[in-house]
């Protein structure tokens, strides 16, 4: 995932009469660092309501770019009422098994296409209809939501901060040429998607379904062939250098690539493949990102037994590194299951009634404001934040 640039810590200003310029006999370097920047998101928000001087503190750039690097990067959790029941859709994120809402949005077909410093890209519509889809950029931390109808036609396969101007961009394709690959600043975004040269193989493969992995200042997918059998040593992992904005493509392991994603793990690239049936699950790991070395860390059996079989090809996966463990989290149907490396059930809930799927993107919450949303089209609130 990509990230704000960490701020130098500050030297704040003191008072005339040389306390600080908050009102609280604590320091500035414990009040603001030590205590509003590990304040929960909607804390520090209501801090801004005590004092003109808290507000001035609690809404400094440099402490909101602290306060968003403390957060967790939580996996998120779709959440769909079922056909005859409420046309709404839930965002959840999944913060240490327990499932926190983060919108609730109105319609069956509503979905999280990317994120990015706590940014999340939407897109509402009938499944498989880009011209039909509407597309959105939102906050969900501070509310604030435009609509990009622009990307019409587009599909969204990525998100990331360009390190050289500061600017949120989107890598698009367009939806009925797979070597046609544009760029969207949403800063300017009344400029048209600038086009980008595509690797020739790009024709012949396909994307998996999984988001992308930012690491190295690097988007990372997973590719796959339906056409042509699987190579060894086949180079199916295509990569996107967010700064030079240019593609280049990398090894993956020996595997059936159709049936695999990547995850980070503690700075490493990792690849989870499954079976058919979904129940032995393989995790590699790069050992050596420059030389594309790749290991087999470890082989797991779900628990098969806790996943009702009438629902086994609804069946989401995805692999998730948290705290210093690696996770796998299984949603069939209302249930969702976490389970660790040894195939023991950590935690599971169930939802009936409704139908959840892993979304496979992530929520690292941000108060950070971005000029952006001054010029796009949609108003705060425009869809119900939790």
Known sequence: MSSLPLPAKATVAKSAGGGSTHGSRLPEEIFVWEILARLPHRDLIRCRAVSHAWRRAASARDLLLEHHHRQPSLPLINRRGTPGGPRWFNVAALDCQQVQPVARLDGFHVCVKASCDGLLLLAEGLHGSPFGMRVSICNPATRQIGHLPQLKGYVALGLYRHRSTGEYRLLLRWAFNRRAMYIFALDHH?????????????????????????????????????????????????????????????????????????????????????????????????????????????????????????????????????????????????????????????????????????????????????????????????????
């Open 190 to 386: 009344q400029v048209p998607p600038r086009r980008v040269e595509c690797p020739p193989e790009a024709l012949r493969y396909q994307l998996s379904s999984s988001a992308p992995v930012m690491l190295h200042g690097n988007l990372h997918w997973a590719w796959y062939t339906v056409s042509l059998p699987r190579q060894s040593e086949s180079k199916n992992i295509l990569v996107f250098d967010t700064t030079a904005e240019s593609f280049r493509q990398m090894c993956s392991p020996d595997v059936a690539i159709y049936r695999a994603d990547l995850f980070e793990m503690d700075g490493n690239l990792g690849m989870y493949t499954w079976d058919n049936g979904m129940r032995v699950v393989r995790i590699w790991v790069m050992q050596d990102y420059e030389n594309q070395v790749w290991s087999l860390k470890c082989s797991v059996e779900l628990p098969v037994p806790e996943i009702p079989p009438l629902i086994q090809e609804r069946r989401s996966l995805m692999v998730v590194y948290q705290e210093g463990d690696v996770r796998l989290l299984v949603a069939c149907g209302g249930l969702l299951l976490c389970v660790d490396t040894q195939g023991n059930l950590l935690a599971s809930s169930r939802d009936d009634g409704h139908r959840l799927s892993i979304s496979k993107q992530f929520l690292k919450k941000s108060l950070v404001s971005h000029a952006f949303f001054s010029t796009l089209q949609g108003d705060i609130n425009a869809w119900s934040f939790i």
